[in-house]
């Protein structure tokens, strides 16, 4: 296990109720720090303004790009080539999640998710490959 600890978050999230309770459970309960972005050009955006996540944490089904194609822009910057990243969604059948692994994803969480939860299942997913 590696020296470096989860503290910096970069959430994705369209919709602004799940932004808010996500916000809530992952700074409050979770006590990270989170830059929270509604679309993928903002985290792209984000990440050039120079936030430096430990993990990435993307809503798969958004308008215009969404959390794969997301994810492979991220990928073109050096700040987040190697983060972890963390897929949320629906569409958690296994061939959705298999697909989700073969992007580089260290795990899925289930929409909806469990608030209290929620930064649990981060840091736990996040520390398997740290």
Do not use: H
Not at 25 to 34: K, M, N, R
Not at 76 to 92: D, N
Request: negative net charge; aromatic residues 6%; proline residues 5%.
């Amino acid at each position: 296990m590696s020296e470096k600890s989860l503290s910096n978050i970069l959430y994705v999230e369209d919709d602004l109720d799940i932004q808010a309770v996500a916000q809530i459970a992952l700074e409050v309960v979770g006590g990270f720090t989170l830059k929270t972005c509604s679309s993928g050009a903002e985290a792209i955006a984000a990440i050039e303004q120079g936030f430096v996540p430990d993990l990435l944490l993307l809503d798969v089904m958004m308008p215009n790009m969404d959390g794969p194609t997301t994810l492979a822009e991220l990928r073109k910057l050096p700040a987040t080539l190697q983060t972890p990243v963390i897929f949320m969604t629906a569409k958690v059948q296994s061939s959705e999640q298999d697909y989700y692994f073969t992007l580089g994803a260290i795990g899925v969480i289930a929409k909806p998710f469990d608030p209290m939860a929620l930064a649990g299942q981060a840091r736990a997913l996040w520390e398997k490959v740290s």
